[in-house]
Protein backbone atom coordinates (compact mmCIF):
# COMPACT_ATOMS: atom_id res chain seq x y z
CA UNK A 1 0.00 0.00 0.00
CA UNK A 2 2.88 2.71 0.72
CA UNK A 3 4.33 1.78 -3.07
CA UNK A 4 0.58 2.33 -4.60
CA UNK A 5 0.37 5.39 -1.85
CA UNK A 6 3.63 6.80 -3.38
CA UNK A 7 3.51 5.88 -7.54
CA UNK A 8 -0.22 7.47 -7.13
CA UNK A 9 1.33 11.09 -5.42
CA UNK A 10 4.25 10.61 -8.20
CA UNK A 11 1.11 10.15 -10.76
CA UNK A 12 -0.60 13.55 -9.71
CA UNK A 13 2.01 15.65 -9.57
CA UNK A 14 2.55 15.15 -13.18
CA UNK A 15 -0.99 16.07 -13.26
CA UNK A 16 -0.70 18.99 -11.25
CA UNK A 17 1.77 21.05 -10.84
CA UNK A 18 0.47 22.36 -7.54
CA UNK A 19 1.60 19.28 -5.37
CA UNK A 20 4.01 19.71 -3.22
CA UNK A 21 5.25 16.77 -0.84
CA UNK A 22 6.70 17.12 2.27
CA UNK A 23 8.93 14.95 4.38
CA UNK A 24 10.25 14.67 8.06
CA UNK A 25 13.33 12.39 7.59
CA UNK A 26 10.79 9.35 6.61
CA UNK A 27 10.63 9.40 2.80
CA UNK A 28 12.21 5.91 2.36
CA UNK A 29 9.67 4.32 4.98
CA UNK A 30 6.81 5.98 3.56
CA UNK A 31 8.29 5.32 0.17
CA UNK A 32 7.45 9.14 -1.02
CA UNK A 33 11.29 9.35 -2.29
CA UNK A 34 9.69 8.19 -5.60
CA UNK A 35 7.91 11.63 -5.53
CA UNK A 36 11.79 13.38 -4.77
CA UNK A 37 13.31 11.50 -7.55
CA UNK A 38 10.61 12.50 -9.70
CA UNK A 39 10.05 16.01 -8.59
CA UNK A 40 12.95 17.29 -6.62
CA UNK A 41 11.96 20.26 -6.90
CA UNK A 42 8.79 20.41 -5.09
CA UNK A 43 10.16 17.89 -2.54
CA UNK A 44 10.73 19.49 0.60
CA UNK A 45 12.70 18.00 3.34
CA UNK A 46 11.99 19.51 7.13
CA UNK A 47 14.24 16.88 9.44
CA UNK A 48 13.00 15.55 12.48
CA UNK A 49 10.70 18.72 13.00
CA UNK A 50 7.15 17.74 13.11
CA UNK A 51 5.84 21.04 14.10
CA UNK A 52 7.76 22.56 11.08
CA UNK A 53 6.52 19.94 9.10
CA UNK A 54 2.69 21.01 9.29
CA UNK A 55 3.54 24.76 9.62
CA UNK A 56 5.42 24.57 6.35
CA UNK A 57 2.65 22.75 4.79
CA UNK A 58 -0.22 25.44 6.18
CA UNK A 59 2.71 27.91 4.23
CA UNK A 60 2.57 26.41 1.12
CA UNK A 61 -1.43 26.09 0.96
CA UNK A 62 -1.85 29.50 2.25
CA UNK A 63 0.47 30.60 -0.87
CA UNK A 64 -1.99 28.43 -3.45
CA UNK A 65 0.00 24.93 -3.17
CA UNK A 66 -1.30 21.49 -2.58
CA UNK A 67 1.17 20.57 0.19
CA UNK A 68 1.28 16.77 1.30
CA UNK A 69 2.70 16.29 4.66
CA UNK A 70 3.94 12.84 4.27
CA UNK A 71 4.81 11.66 8.07
CA UNK A 72 3.62 8.78 10.32
CA UNK A 73 0.17 8.71 11.54
CA UNK A 74 1.52 8.92 15.54
CA UNK A 75 3.65 11.97 14.66
CA UNK A 76 0.60 13.61 12.93
CA UNK A 77 -1.80 13.66 16.11
CA UNK A 78 0.77 13.90 18.76
CA UNK A 79 3.92 15.71 18.11
CA UNK A 80 2.12 18.49 15.80
CA UNK A 81 -1.40 17.99 16.83
CA UNK A 82 -1.25 21.58 17.18
CA UNK A 83 -0.40 23.00 13.91
CA UNK A 84 -2.58 20.54 12.58
CA UNK A 85 -5.55 21.84 14.38
CA UNK A 86 -4.62 25.62 14.51
CA UNK A 87 -2.90 25.97 11.81
CA UNK A 88 -4.44 23.79 9.07
CA UNK A 89 -7.80 22.57 10.33
CA UNK A 90 -8.98 26.06 11.64
CA UNK A 91 -8.54 27.85 8.29
CA UNK A 92 -9.58 24.58 6.46
CA UNK A 93 -6.19 25.39 4.46
CA UNK A 94 -5.98 22.71 1.42
CA UNK A 95 -3.74 20.25 3.15
CA UNK A 96 -3.75 16.45 2.25
CA UNK A 97 -2.44 14.50 5.00
CA UNK A 98 -1.54 11.04 4.78
CA UNK A 99 -0.94 8.90 8.03
CA UNK A 100 1.58 5.90 8.23
CA UNK A 101 1.91 3.59 10.37
CA UNK A 102 -1.77 3.14 11.56
CA UNK A 103 -3.02 0.27 14.23
CA UNK A 104 -0.89 -2.38 15.19
CA UNK A 105 2.57 -2.98 14.02
CA UNK A 106 6.00 -3.92 15.05
CA UNK A 107 7.23 -0.17 14.35
CA UNK A 108 7.32 -0.15 18.37
CA UNK A 109 4.69 1.52 20.82
CA UNK A 110 5.83 4.97 20.31
CA UNK A 111 5.13 4.80 16.81
CA UNK A 112 1.72 3.21 16.79
CA UNK A 113 -1.25 5.01 16.42
CA UNK A 114 -4.54 3.86 17.06
CA UNK A 115 -6.50 7.47 18.09
CA UNK A 116 -5.65 8.56 14.69
CA UNK A 117 -9.18 8.62 13.50
CA UNK A 118 -10.62 9.33 16.60
CA UNK A 119 -8.48 12.50 17.04
CA UNK A 120 -8.47 13.55 13.33
CA UNK A 121 -12.57 13.43 13.00
CA UNK A 122 -12.78 15.60 16.05
CA UNK A 123 -11.40 18.42 14.02
CA UNK A 124 -13.85 20.78 12.35
CA UNK A 125 -12.89 21.11 8.75
CA UNK A 126 -11.35 17.76 8.22
CA UNK A 127 -12.41 14.89 5.96
CA UNK A 128 -11.03 11.31 7.29
CA UNK A 129 -11.11 8.29 5.17
CA UNK A 130 -9.61 4.47 5.43
CA UNK A 131 -9.10 2.64 2.13
CA UNK A 132 -9.72 -1.27 1.94
CA UNK A 133 -7.05 -1.87 -0.71
CA UNK A 134 -5.18 -0.45 -3.49
CA UNK A 135 -7.61 0.96 -5.94
CA UNK A 136 -9.48 2.39 -2.80
CA UNK A 137 -6.27 4.41 -1.99
CA UNK A 138 -5.72 5.53 -5.48
CA UNK A 139 -9.73 6.51 -4.97
CA UNK A 140 -9.34 8.47 -1.90
CA UNK A 141 -6.11 10.22 -2.85
CA UNK A 142 -8.24 11.75 -6.23
CA UNK A 143 -10.90 12.53 -4.13
CA UNK A 144 -9.03 14.43 -1.64
CA UNK A 145 -7.53 16.68 -4.45
CA UNK A 146 -10.94 17.39 -5.90
CA UNK A 147 -12.38 18.67 -2.66
CA UNK A 148 -10.66 22.29 -1.04
CA UNK A 149 -9.82 21.89 2.52
CA UNK A 150 -7.60 19.76 4.85
CA UNK A 151 -8.15 15.58 4.51
CA UNK A 152 -6.63 12.75 6.41
CA UNK A 153 -6.04 9.57 4.98
CA UNK A 154 -4.87 6.41 6.33
CA UNK A 155 -2.15 4.29 4.53
CA UNK A 156 -1.35 0.39 5.60
CA UNK A 157 2.16 -0.79 5.25
CA UNK A 158 0.44 -4.17 4.45
CA UNK A 159 -0.42 -5.77 0.80
CA UNK A 160 -4.34 -5.84 1.15
CA UNK A 161 -6.00 -8.02 -0.78
CA UNK A 162 -7.94 -6.53 -3.47
CA UNK A 163 -11.50 -5.68 -3.09
CA UNK A 164 -12.56 -3.63 -5.66
CA UNK A 165 -11.50 -3.47 -9.61
CA UNK A 166 -9.35 -0.37 -10.89
CA UNK A 167 -12.58 1.19 -12.39
CA UNK A 168 -13.48 1.98 -8.60
CA UNK A 169 -14.76 4.97 -7.73
CA UNK A 170 -14.69 6.79 -3.85
CA UNK A 171 -16.92 9.43 -2.68
CA UNK A 172 -17.13 11.34 0.77
CA UNK A 173 -19.81 10.38 2.51
CA UNK A 174 -20.97 7.37 0.99
CA UNK A 175 -20.49 3.99 1.64
CA UNK A 176 -20.24 1.09 -0.64
CA UNK A 177 -22.52 -2.73 0.25
CA UNK A 178 -19.72 -5.61 -0.67
CA UNK A 179 -22.25 -8.21 0.58
CA UNK A 180 -26.17 -8.19 1.56
CA UNK A 181 -27.82 -9.83 4.14
CA UNK A 182 -30.35 -9.93 6.66
CA UNK A 183 -29.37 -11.07 10.22
CA UNK A 184 -26.59 -8.88 11.07
CA UNK A 185 -24.45 -5.83 9.18
CA UNK A 186 -20.75 -6.03 9.67
CA UNK A 187 -19.05 -2.26 8.84
CA UNK A 188 -15.59 -2.09 8.07
CA UNK A 189 -13.45 0.08 7.25
CA UNK A 190 -9.97 -0.05 5.89
CA UNK A 191 -8.38 -3.57 6.44
CA UNK A 192 -10.92 -4.72 8.81
CA UNK A 193 -13.46 -4.69 6.06
CA UNK A 194 -11.53 -7.79 4.95
CA UNK A 195 -11.75 -9.09 8.20
CA UNK A 196 -16.06 -8.69 8.43
CA UNK A 197 -16.09 -10.36 4.91
CA UNK A 198 -14.50 -13.46 6.40
CA UNK A 199 -16.32 -13.14 9.63
CA UNK A 200 -19.16 -13.08 6.82
CA UNK A 201 -18.43 -16.49 5.44
CA UNK A 202 -17.80 -18.05 8.80
CA UNK A 203 -21.63 -17.09 9.70
CA UNK A 204 -23.18 -18.17 6.73
CA UNK A 205 -21.76 -21.95 7.68
CA UNK A 206 -23.77 -21.42 10.96
CA UNK A 207 -26.82 -20.21 8.71
CA UNK A 208 -26.65 -16.62 9.46
CA UNK A 209 -26.81 -14.31 6.82
CA UNK A 210 -24.35 -10.89 7.58
CA UNK A 211 -24.30 -8.10 5.61
CA UNK A 212 -20.83 -6.23 5.06
CA UNK A 213 -20.66 -2.38 4.21
CA UNK A 214 -17.18 -1.05 3.73
CA UNK A 215 -17.23 2.96 4.81
CA UNK A 216 -13.77 4.36 4.00
CA UNK A 217 -15.49 7.85 4.33
CA UNK A 218 -15.50 7.67 7.87
CA UNK A 219 -15.87 11.81 7.58
CA UNK A 220 -18.41 12.10 6.37
CA UNK A 221 -19.79 8.93 6.88
CA UNK A 222 -23.19 7.91 5.10
CA UNK A 223 -25.50 7.65 7.46
CA UNK A 224 -28.35 6.59 5.81
CA UNK A 225 -26.61 4.04 4.00
CA UNK A 226 -26.23 2.86 8.25
CA UNK A 227 -29.82 3.02 9.08
CA UNK A 228 -30.86 1.46 5.91
CA UNK A 229 -28.19 -1.38 6.89
CA UNK A 230 -29.08 -1.80 10.09
CA UNK A 231 -33.36 -0.93 9.73
CA UNK A 232 -32.94 -4.77 7.31
CA UNK A 233 -30.72 -6.43 9.95
CA UNK A 234 -31.66 -4.80 13.21
CA UNK A 235 -28.13 -5.58 14.91
CA UNK A 236 -24.56 -4.78 13.59
CA UNK A 237 -21.10 -4.88 14.42
CA UNK A 238 -18.65 -2.11 13.83
CA UNK A 239 -14.60 -3.07 12.90
CA UNK A 240 -11.50 -1.12 12.71
CA UNK A 241 -7.77 -1.33 13.10
CA UNK A 242 -8.03 1.66 15.82
CA UNK A 243 -9.30 2.86 19.05
CA UNK A 244 -13.03 2.50 19.32
CA UNK A 245 -13.09 5.43 21.64
CA UNK A 246 -14.14 8.44 19.32
CA UNK A 247 -12.91 6.62 16.05
CA UNK A 248 -14.91 4.64 13.56
CA UNK A 249 -17.00 1.98 15.74
CA UNK A 250 -18.14 5.72 17.40
CA UNK A 251 -18.74 7.41 13.89
CA UNK A 252 -21.30 4.38 13.35
CA UNK A 253 -23.32 4.22 16.87
CA UNK A 254 -23.74 7.76 17.08
CA UNK A 255 -25.37 7.40 13.13
CA UNK A 256 -26.87 4.14 14.78
CA UNK A 257 -28.47 5.91 18.06
CA UNK A 258 -29.50 8.98 16.13
CA UNK A 259 -31.79 7.30 13.47
CA UNK A 260 -32.24 3.64 13.98
CA UNK A 261 -31.29 2.45 17.10
CA UNK A 262 -30.36 -1.45 17.58
CA UNK A 263 -27.42 -3.92 19.40
CA UNK A 264 -24.44 -2.73 18.29
CA UNK A 265 -20.97 -3.97 19.24
CA UNK A 266 -17.30 -2.40 18.53
CA UNK A 267 -14.48 -4.81 17.53
CA UNK A 268 -10.95 -1.89 17.81
CA UNK A 269 -9.04 -1.37 20.37
CA UNK A 270 -10.84 -0.94 24.20
CA UNK A 271 -9.23 1.92 25.45
CA UNK A 272 -5.66 0.67 25.77
CA UNK A 273 -2.28 1.38 23.85
CA UNK A 274 -1.39 -0.75 21.36
CA UNK A 275 1.91 -3.23 21.82
CA UNK A 276 4.55 -3.74 18.86
CA UNK A 277 4.41 -6.97 17.18
CA UNK A 278 3.22 -8.86 13.96
CA UNK A 279 -0.22 -8.10 12.81
CA UNK A 280 -1.16 -11.97 13.81
CA UNK A 281 -0.21 -11.42 17.43
CA UNK A 282 -1.96 -7.70 18.04
CA UNK A 283 -5.19 -8.37 16.59
CA UNK A 284 -5.42 -12.28 18.69
CA UNK A 285 -4.04 -9.81 21.77
CA UNK A 286 -6.61 -7.08 21.22
CA UNK A 287 -9.27 -9.06 19.35
CA UNK A 288 -9.50 -8.11 15.78
CA UNK A 289 -9.86 -10.99 14.27
CA UNK A 290 -12.41 -12.35 11.79
CA UNK A 291 -13.22 -14.58 14.63
CA UNK A 292 -13.40 -11.69 17.14
CA UNK A 293 -16.19 -10.54 15.02
CA UNK A 294 -18.18 -13.86 14.50
CA UNK A 295 -18.23 -13.97 18.32
CA UNK A 296 -19.60 -10.01 18.17
CA UNK A 297 -22.51 -10.58 15.68
CA UNK A 298 -23.60 -13.81 17.71
CA UNK A 299 -23.96 -11.64 20.86
CA UNK A 300 -25.75 -8.67 18.96
CA UNK A 301 -28.10 -11.31 17.46
CA UNK A 302 -28.71 -12.90 20.96
CA UNK A 303 -29.04 -9.47 22.28
CA UNK A 304 -31.81 -8.36 19.09
CA UNK A 305 -33.43 -11.82 20.01
CA UNK A 306 -34.10 -10.56 23.59
CA UNK A 307 -31.68 -13.66 25.06
CA UNK A 308 -29.12 -12.74 28.09
CA UNK A 309 -25.34 -11.48 26.26
CA UNK A 310 -22.32 -12.58 28.18
CA UNK A 311 -19.62 -10.05 26.88
CA UNK A 312 -16.04 -11.14 27.75
CA UNK A 313 -14.47 -8.61 29.83
CA UNK A 314 -11.68 -5.88 28.07
CA UNK A 315 -8.54 -7.12 27.25
Known sequence: MRRVFAETLVELGREDPRIVVLDNDVDLTTQSA??????????????????NLFGTAAGLAASGFIPFPTTFASFVVRCALDQVSVSIAQPALN??????????????????????????????????????????????????????????????????????????????G??????????????????????????????????????????ASIKPIDRELIADSVTRTGCAVSAENGTVLGGFGSAVAEAIVETRPVPLRRIGYQDEWAHSGTIRQVFERYGLRAVDIVAAAQQVLAAKRGKPVVVQAVR
Open 174 to 215: HGVIIRGGVDVTLFGTGMMTHACIAAADHLLLEGISAEVVHL
Open 34 to 51: LFRQAFPERFVEVGIAEK
Open 95 to 172: VKIPGHYIGGSKAGASHIAVEDLAVMRALPNMRVADPADEHDLRAVMRAALAVDGPVYFRVSKLALPQLFDRAHTFEW
